[in-house]
T-cell receptor
Framework: KAGVTQTPRYLIKTRGQQVTLSCSPI?????VSWYQQTPGQGLQFLFEYFSETQRNKGNFPGRFSGRQFSNSRSEMNVSTLELGDSALYLC?????????????FGPGTRLTVL | QQPVQSPQAVILREGEDAVINCSSS?????VHWYRQKHGEAPVFLMILLKGGEQKGHDKISASFNEKKQQSSLYLTASQLSYSGTYFC??????????FGKGTRLSVIA
């Protein structure tokens, strides 16, 4: 069974630009969660999608948005990039509710904002 | 509310044991444990879903004390492959999982 895939793996952008990250969950998994990981803040929850609906959202500004498609693939978008957005963005999929099920993480997208 | 992990870092020699603690100021309904090796994605270790539950595989086990609002991860006879950062996660208010800041474990020969 293929694991969670994320594209691209690395991105370099400049302040003010926008970026779209993509995540393909494990086949059959309907829940996709996104996390931002930085050395200082650790793993911080961004949002969770289930059946094309955003079910939960973390404490991030509106510049961070996402969506899920009918095939469970998910994208997240960050607009008007700031230096502080530099981080590893991880996507995780689970069968159903991630609070009670194992999450499988993708390799992440390393975003660098210059 | 982010769970608190202790210690923040620990260095072990091969064969030694370690305990990593995870505590919360609010009621816990489940506790997740993940390990992340340097440059890799976090990998699931186990979930504890009810108080008093204990789980383990190989030489890594965990317990969940619901009343004390804490969980502990036990690593027995550590191996080099155990090195990495261990995270505990607990359900939050509007967050499926809130992770602690992690415990960096280094096992040396």
């Amino acid at each position: 069974k293929a694991g969670v895939t994320q594209t691209p793996r690395y991105l370099i952008k400049t302040r003010g630009q926008q970026v779209t990250l993509s995540c393909s969950p494990i086949s059959g998994h309907r829940s996709v969660s996104w996390y931002q990981q930085t050395p200082g803040q650790g793993l911080q929850f961004l949002f969770e999608y289930f059946s094309e609906t955003q079910r939960n959202k973390g404490n991030f500004p509106g510049r961070f948005s996402g969506r899920q498609f009918s095939n469970s693939r998910s994208e997240m978008n960050v607009s008007t990039l700031e230096l502080g957005d530099s981080a590893l963005y991880l996507c995780a999929s689970s069968l159903e509710f991630p609070a009670y099920n194992e999450q499988f993480f993708g390799p992440g997208t390393r975003l660098t904002v210059l | 509310q982010q769970p608190v992990q202790s210690p923040q870092a620990v260095i072990l020699r091969e064969g030694e044991d370690a305990v990593i603690n995870c505590s919360s100021s609010k009621a816990l309904y489940s506790v997740h444990w993940y390990r992340q090796k340097h440059g890799e994605a976090p990998v699931f270790l186990m979930i504890l879903l009810k108080g008093g539950e204990q789980k383990g595989h190989d030489k890594i086990s965990a317990s969940f004390n619901e009343k004390k609002q804490q969980s502990s991860l036990y690593l027995t006879a550590s191996q080099l492959s155990y090195s990495g950062t261990y995270f505990c996660g607990t359900p939050g208010g509007n967050t499926p999982l809130v992770f602690g800041k992690g415990t960096r474990l280094s096992v040396i020969a």
